[in-house]
């Protein structure tokens, strides 16, 4: 990772940049940097990070889970730690009693501020001297930076041996019309797809996952099968790299698919199944749904936030939305509209369409015709 101009001795860069190098000494500054705060604040590396995803909103403990890569015991401890000394407030979710909403106490986070107050200032002081196409690129080389190191720190903390060949899971067909997936435990870089021709025509599903498998209960009835697959955090599938997992779905019958638990990075294309519907909850960065024809009104559910969302249907397939949470920026179509609060958009009436339902905030929203 070599190109451009390295710094010199003064600090300014010369013909050869070592990227590696200066990544090196970014993250080494970074790390003395928040041990440094850590101690005025009396706060550990863990907890500083947790209450700077807290300071910008509200997150549901399993967001926190997935965003720091603990498992949901280490999360409880650390927010249980948190809570005592009053930097945190825990409550359950008015949708979901099930779940915990965090939230970071509004005067223990302005102290946190005035501490960390001289190193935002000199960071937009920094910025400011960059145009803003520069500033994009610095942005998208930051943010698969940061991707990366998540996925170190996960391979790190999985330990060796887990980075096996390809396991394929999978179960029969069976006489049912229909079947529901259930998929649990925080997914990452994996892309549900119809069967092709590498499909047994006998097989319900076919998963190929890079590293340990996750556990897997398939449940048949005379009228539905039910798949439920459980990740588990602390049994990564993903190694770093732009390497994907492959769920592939029997064709033969019509699905129902719900995720639990968040996402990240998820593709799922149905253009070649028959889908009832789809469900999301505990919050997704960067989700692709690219659909078919829809048999019936199809509905489209995600709960918990969304970094990313793109949509794909079939040209003239109309959608109908529901956003709650607002969206900063939402595109339809090619029409950018811009950011929205709580708002609805209704497409024709009739069977032959989507109804999409978004709870809880998106950050970049985009429907469009299948490519």
Do not use: C
């Not at 990227?19 to 005025?40: I, P």
């Not at 015991?73 to 809570?83: N, P, R, S």
């Not at 006489?175 to 435990?185: E, K």
């Not at 960067?286 to 659909?291: A, D, E, F, G």
């Amino acid at each position: 990772m070599t190109a451009g101009r390295a710094r010199d001795g003064d600090g300014a860069i010369g013909d050869d940049v070592d990227l590696d190098a200066l990544l090196r000494e970014l993250v080494s500054a970074a790390q003395l940097f928040q041990a440094a705060a850590g101690v005025r604040a009396r706060l550990t590396p863990t907890e500083l990070a947790v209450l700077t995803i807290l300071r910008s909103s509200p997150r549901l403990a399993g967001q926190l889970s997935a965003a720091t890569r603990l498992t949901t015991g280490a999360i409880t401890k650390v927010l249980d730690g948190l809570e005592q000394r009053g930097f945190v407030t825990r409550a359950p979710d008015p949708g979901d009693r099930r779940r915990v909403i965090v939230t970071a106490v509004a005067e223990r986070v302005a102290a946190l501020d005035v501490l960390l107050g001289p190193m935002t200032s000199a960071a937009a002081t920094i910025q400011s001297t960059f145009s803003p196409a520069d500033q994009r690129t610095v942005a998208r080389f930051l943010a698969a930076t940061t991707e990366m190191l998540r996925d170190q720190t996960q391979f790190l903390r999985d330990g060796p041996g887990t980075a096996a060949s390809p396991v394929t899971l999978g179960a029969p067909l069976g006489t049912a019309p229909r079947a529901r997936l259930h998929l649990a435990g925080g997914i990452r870089h994996l892309a549900v797809v119809a069967g092709g021709a590498d499909l047994p025509g006998d097989s319900l599903y076919q998963g190929s996952f890079l590293g340990v498998a996750p556990t897997s209960q398939v449940t048949t009835r005379p009228d539905e099968s039910e798949v439920r697959i459980q990740f588990g955090r602390n049994r990564s599938l993903w190694r770093p790299g732009t390497r994907v997992s492959t769920l592939a779905l029997s064709p033969r019958v019509s699905w129902s698919v719900d995720v639990r638990g968040g996402a990240e990075n998820l593709t799922v294309d149905t253009t070649g199944l028959t889908l009832t519907s789809f469900s999301l909850t505990g919050g997704v960065n960067n989700l692709t749904l690219r659909l078919g024809a829809p048999r019936r009104p199809g509905r489209i559910s995600v709960t918990g936030g969304a970094k990313g969302l793109r949509v794909e249907r079939p040209a003239g397939v109309p959608v109908d939305l529901r956003l709650r949470g607002g969206a900063s920026h939402v595109v339809v179509d090619g029409e950018h509209l811009g950011p929205q609060g709580t708002w609805s958009r209704s497409g024709a009436l009739g069977k032959d369409r989507y109804e999409l339902a978004l709870t809880g905030g998106v950050k970049h929203l985009e429907i469009a015709p299948l490519g």
